[in-house]
């Protein structure tokens, strides 16, 4: 999570940690997106998607969790 902080690059996970870490322990970050109950085919589709549709709140920090049929967005601010 540091690492990708460090160079600016949106994090991509499918394991709710990393979340968690964002927003109870305060660890800076530039745009999670986490992928939840997506079979491993569907999941960089998925991860495009997002990418292109959601561009503007992950440049504002969001945390996106996607989930068939549903997409939620935490909005953070900068290093939140």
């Known amino acids: 999570m540091r690492r990708a902080y460090d160079e600016a690059r949106v994090l ?3 394991d709710k940690d990393f979340g ?3 927003i109870s322990g ?3 970050h ?5 992928i939840v109950n997506f ?13 292109e549709n959601y561009t503007a709140d992950l440049a504002a920090f ?6 068939p049929g ?3 967005i935490r909005r953070m601010d900068a290093g939140e």
Not at 30 to 34: C, F, H, L, Q, Y
């Open 12 to 14: 991509v996970t499918l």
């Open 20 to 22: 968690e870490l964002a």
């Open 26 to 28: 305060g660890m800076p």
């Open 30 to 34: 530039a745009g999670i997106i986490r």
């Open 39 to 51: 079979r491993a085919r569907q999941q960089a589709a998925v991860c495009q998607n997002i990418l």
């Open 62 to 67: 969001a945390l996106i969790t996607v989930e």
């Open 70 to 72: 549903q997409v939620r």
